[in-house]
C-alpha cells in the first residue's frame, strides 16, 4: 500500500504578523533571528520577510530578495 504523500503547503497571510507567528509557534525563534529564508538562508527579520508558508508542520520563512522571490513562485507551483 503505497500512496504519494501531496505536497501540503498553505501560504499564511495576516496583517497581525507577530500574532500570527505567536500562533505558528514561531515567535521566540523569529525574534531571536532563528529562522532563516528556505532558499538563500538568510537570517529572516520584520524588515526582509516576504511571506512565509506552512509545508507539513513546518513554518518556513522566504526573504524578499527577488531571487527568493522568484524561487518561491516557481515553489507554489
Ligand atoms: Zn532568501
Same mark, same amino acid.
Given at each position: 500500500? $503505497?500512496?504519494? #504523500?501531496?505536497? %501540503?503547503?498553505?501560504? /499564511?497571510?495576516?496583517?497581525? +504578523? ?7 509557534? /514561531?515567535? @521566540? ?7 532563516? &529564508? %528556505? $532558499? &538563500?538562508? !538568510?537570517?529572516? !527579520? ?5 511571506? +512565509? $508558508? =506552512? #509545508?507539513? #508542520? @513546518?513554518?518556513?520563512? /522566504? &526573504? @524578499?530578495?527577488? #531571487?527568493?522571490? =522568484? ?7
Amino acid at each position: 500500500m $503505497f500512496r504519494k #504523500e501531496k505536497k %501540503k503547503i498553505n501560504l /499564511v497571510y495576516d496583517d497581525d +504578523l507577530k500574532g500570527m507567528l505567536r500562533k505558528l509557534g /514561531v515567535l @521566540d525563534d523569529f525574534a531571536q533571528g532563528r529562522k532563516k &529564508c %528556505k $532558499f &538563500c538562508k !538568510n537570517i529572516i !527579520n520584520m524588515k526582509n520577510l516576504h511571506s +512565509l $508558508f =506552512k #509545508e507539513s #508542520e @513546518d513554518v518556513k520563512f /522566504v &526573504c @524578499d530578495s527577488p #531571487e527568493c522571490i =522568484k524561487k518561491l513562485l516557481t515553489y507554489l507551483k
